[in-house]
């Protein structure tokens, strides 16, 4: 046996096997059957004829019953569904009939034959494993009344019966014979049979018994001749002791007994919290601190922490749980906590803080004045908590204790921890390490600073400080931002309003790199600073000021240059354009004055609509704004609305910086309606507008619709593409598969648009693999297999997309061809035989090697993803083989045979998990180097800290937002 096995070994990792004999199941069918034709050819047959008999209708059974399990497992679940699982079995039925109706034949025959208690045993061995009737009770009874009560077939009856009571609950009856088994130590089982016993008493509620047995089965455990149970006992031992009232000793036992007696301390603390039991339970967590903190395991103490947290919190043990969370910040001071705990850990003390502050505002509510100024001490303690503790986000806690003071009403706090989490952001964040939540976090402390100014009641200069600190901040963050457009003009005015005018032209100057399309504006504003320096009389700024205009700052009109000092008396629209800085609703009234005086021309008219349309769009009235902009229309000649086509789309594109797309669409498609055929450089921006703002608004169909109507007036291929693509992603970002499958109908022959089509469809189809939708998968399964087809004439994508829709296909396949190995499973005969084991050991190889040879061509294709879920059923094919081998049972044989049979399969075990292990490093290494994110990794690797830092997670498209496609442009 030893030389044989030795030589599978040597097979399996040369991978060099030949082929299995054939059909060996008809083989040993055949001889049961010629043996039993021949014994019933004998007329006057004796007891042991009919006990030889008797066997074989057995073996027979087991025979049937392997083909029919055979027939059954192939197939499909709608036809067994249809016919019922007991169709398949009939033989099996029938063969057990026979052989129950021949044994008890026997018994009646010859009751006191020699082989009465072995056919009882057999019988209930049958009635159990193939009878689902009520008599393998009875019949195991009977085996022991039968059995010499000393003999191994009764010692193996009894065991078999207590397995049956223990496995029916009926948990008495099971303990009774237990105790006859335990009387002395019989077999490997001991152990075993020891700890069966004790849960026998638990769920009898005789809990002292019960933790006494599990006491004796750890003692046997821990001789090599018993079966080692440890891993069980050390999972209930202590929910033994808990519900014994023996917990010291439980917890005893722990730290005598396990390296890590924190962790199963944790586990009898949660039973005890549970149970009500505090003082047992901060007992329970005292001594597993102490042990954790002795023998120096720093992780089992982060977690006996982390369990205190919840359980203080339970109990509401505030002063406690202040302490533990006070602890963990200075843990994480002195060393980093663990990535995971230390996610645990700011996850529950924010959420107690949360709870902390709701009870604060909604007991400062009902009356302001009285709201407990410890408790809000107390909550701004456990945010400086979470910012040692969670160092990368201070920000969030800067701003939560911000708005902890703005609810009740204190201002002044309020506005310095806003300023502080914008300081920390400053000192702090670079473009490399800021992430999307810093972001958003930066624009609400700065959003609330600016609110929090409007509500307090500060002093002018601390007003001034924190004003100019969010201001400056702001446009400083997002240069480019409908608020910071607004910014700075309010940040002017303030430096303004203070003369600190060196400030103010600065921020003009920004201002104007940023929005170059508000000249106007930004005009004005040096307008108002020469005006004060006209004022003041200051001549040496004003010489400057004036020769800067000179050499074309702002674009400042020449008669404005050449009478700069009597700007404010002689030129209209410039007079205007200074009060407009001060007072929009004066400008405005000036401007209709001159719009409704008859005496300008049109011209004037327009340019005064225009105007009027303008500043109505800086109050955010787009209605207005747009009603007076086709007002203007109405006078322009061509010429001068041709040469004004500028400030329209301003107009354009300030409406839909304004959120008010369709205003934006209006103007837009009025613009185009009157110069269709002219070439200029922004008949492109409006068309944009037009079909972008359409995609914006969720009105995909419309983009389309516009993009056929406005092709006679500008067809340019690349706007083409770039609007199809912009509806296509729309489609895309909005998981829209029905339009997606719809658009792709009618575009497909659009090269342009093939690869996006083709990457989307890849990732919709692990996409709906992942969310089981079969019907997605399909859809996109026939587009792949169409494309892969020689004489297909569908566009194609790139050869790299080609070979990942080859790769899926390759998989697929995989799938199906591995069920082979997994659906042949090596039998246990009731007695070992040698050479039919090796038979099937030899075929189990062979079906493993030719699963790797087909593995290693879909590995040659190199696709990542499905190179991952190749490796996953190479690793479970061999956990499925070792588990076979482990437990392979070769019955009947002598003892010494079977310790040396089990010698070699656990060599074989090692060297199919040094498989196991080789593939799991390629994988790691394959992840690792890819930095790959794949549907398959989580389930291969056992790198439990790789699984977390890479993690399956779906591509950022399906989370993502919609953004504003005009920025993206510019």
């Known amino acids: 046996m030893r030389k044989f096995i030795t030589f599978i070994i040597f097979m399996l990792f040369t991978l060099t096997i030949k082929s299995f004999g054939s059909d060996k199941w008809k083989e040993l069918s055949k001889l049961v059957d010629s043996e039993i034709n021949a014994i019933t050819q004998i007329k006057d047959r004796k007891s042991k004829l009919e006990y030889r008999l008797f066997e074989l209708y057995t073996e027979k059974m087991k025979l049937i019953r392997e083909e029919e399990n055979k027939l059954f497992l192939q197939a499909s679940p709608s036809e067994v569904a249809k016919t019922g699982k007991e169709t398949y079995f009939k033989k099996t039925r029938n063969a057990y009939n026979l052989t129950k109706s021949h044994g008890l034949s026997i018994l009646k025959k010859w009751p006191d034959n020699p082989h009465t208690a072995d056919i009882y045993y057999t019988l209930a061995q049958n009635s159990r494993d193939y009878g689902n009737d009520q008599n393998t009770e009875p019949f195991f009874k009977q085996t022991l009344r039968y059995a010499a009560p000393d003999s191994k077939i009764s010692h193996n009856a009894k065991i078999s019966l207590a397995e049956y009571y223990y496995n029916e609950k009926m948990w008495s009856n099971a303990f009774k014979l237990y105790e006859e088994i335990l009387v002395k130590p019989l077999d490997e089982f001991h152990s075993k049979h020891l700890y069966n016993s004790a849960w026998c008493l638990y769920q009898l509620r005789e809990f002292s018994g019960a933790i006494k047995n599990m006491h004796r089965a750890f003692a046997f455990s821990k001789n090599k001749n018993y079966i080692n149970i440890n891993e069980q006992i050390f999972d209930f031992m202590g929910l033994f002791h808990v519900d014994g009232k023996e917990i010291p000793s439980g917890v005893d036992f722990y730290v005598k007994n396990t390296p890590d007696p924190g962790t199963h301390l944790i586990k009898m603390a949660k039973r005890t919290a549970k149970n009500g039991q505090f003082e047992d339970t901060k007992y329970i967590l005292g001594k597993a601190l102490t042990e954790s903190q002795t023998r120096k395991q720093r992780d089992i103490e982060i977690s006996i922490r982390l369990e205190e947290l919840d359980v203080y919190r339970k109990y509401k043990k505030n002063d406690l749980h202040f302490q533990v969370a006070e602890t963990l910040a200075k843990m994480q001071t002195q060393s980093p906590i663990p990535a995971e705990q230390q996610t645990l850990a700011v996850k529950e003390i924010k959420d107690y803080t949360g709870y902390l502050q709701v009870r604060l505002t ?50 002044v706090q309020a506005a310095n921890y806003y300023q502080m989490g914008v300081e920390w952001g400053n000192k702090n964040l670079t473009p490399e390490n800021k992430t999307a939540d810093n972001e958003t976090f930066r624009r609400k402390l700065l959003d609330s600073l600016l609110a929090t100014l ?97 050499g074309g700052l702002y674009g400042f009109d020449r008669s404005y240059i050449d009478k700069a000092t009597i700007i404010l008396g002689q030129l209209l629209f410039e007079k205007i354009q200074s009060v407009e800085n001060k007072n929009k609703d004066t400008a405005l009234q000036m401007y209709q004055r001159i719009y409704d005086n008859q005496i300008y021309p049109a011209k004037i008219k327009a340019e005064a609509a225009l105007w009027i349309s303008i500043i109505y769009l800086e109050k955010s009235n787009t209605q207005e704004s747009l009603d007076w902009a086709m007002k203007s229309f109405k ?336």
């Open 362 to 411: 909604r007991n400062a509510k009902q009356k302001i004045q009285n709201y407990n100024k410890s408790d809000l001490a107390e909550i701004i303690s456990y945010f400086d908590i979470l910012t040692r503790l969670d160092k990368s986000n201070i920000d969030q806690y800067r701003f939560y204790q911000g708005e902890t003071f703005y609810a009740v009403k204190e201002y």
């Open 454 to 550: 409007a509500e307090g009641s500060f002093s002018p200069e601390a007003n001034f400080k924190h004003t100019e600190f969010a201001y400056t901040n702001y446009i400083k963050s997002w240069p480019v931002d409908p608020k910071s457009q607004k910014i700075y003009e309010r940040l002017f005015n303030l430096y303004f309003q203070k003369t600190i005018l060196d400030k103010a032209v600065d921020t003009i100057s920004v201002y104007n790199k940023h929005y170059p399309v508000d000249i106007e504006k930004q005009r004005a504003m040096l307008g108002a600073v020469i005006d004060h320096y006209i004022k003041t009389k200051n001549t040496t700024s004003l010489a400057f000021w004036v020769n800067e205009i000179i």
């Open 635 to 970: 006078y322009f000649p061509d010429k001068e609305l041709f040469e004004n086509r500028k400030k329209y789309v301003t107009l354009a594109n300030q409406y839909y910086l304004n959120q008010d797309f369709d205003r934006s669409i209006e103007i837009s498609s009025k613009y185009l309606s009157r110069f269709c055929k002219d070439e200029y450089s922004e008949k492109e921006e409006f068309l944009k507008n037009i079909i972008q703002l359409h995609v914006a608004s969720g009105k995909p169909d419309l983009a389309l619709s516009a993009l056929k109507e406005y092709q006679k007036c500008h067809d340019n291929r690349n706007f083409e593409i770039v609007s199809r693509l912009s509806v296509l992603n729309y489609y895309i970002l909005h998981n829209d598969l029905d339009n997606f499958f719809k658009f792709y109908a009618d575009y497909k022959k659009d090269l342009a648009l093939t690869e996006t089509f083709f990457l989307s469809m890849l990732k919709y189809y692990w996409h709906s693999l992942y969310l089981n939708q079969p019907a997605i998968t399909e859809k996109i399964s026939q587009i792949f297999k169409a494309v892969l087809e020689v004489s297909s004439s569908e566009p194609a994508p790139s050869s790299g997309v080609i070979s990942s829709i080859r790769g899926i296909f390759a998989y697929k396949e995989f799938v199906i061809f591995s069920k082979d190995f997994f659906n042949f499973k090596i039998e246990e005969k009731e007695e070992f035989d040698e050479k039919f084991f090796n038979e099937q050991l030899q075929k189990k190889v062979m079906l493993l090697k030719s699963l790797e040879d087909k593995a290693q061509v879909i590995i040659a294709l190199g696709q990542s993803d499905v190179i991952l879920g190749v490796y996953q059923i190479l690793n479970l094919a061999a956990e499925d083989f070792s588990k076979i081998l482990l437990h392979y049972d070769p019955k009947g044989m002598p003892e010494e045979f079977v310790v040396s049979f089990k010698r070699s399969m656990n060599q074989l075990v090692i060297n199919l998990q040094t498989k196991i292990a080789n593939n799991t490093r390629s994988i790691d290494q394959l992840i690792h180097k890819n930095q790959l994110i794949s549907y398959f990794n989580t389930e291969v690797t056992r790198d439990s800290k790789l699984r977390k830092t890479t993690g399956f997670q779906w591509p950022f498209i399906w989370r993502s937002s919609t953004v504003d496609f005009m920025e993206n442009d510019k």
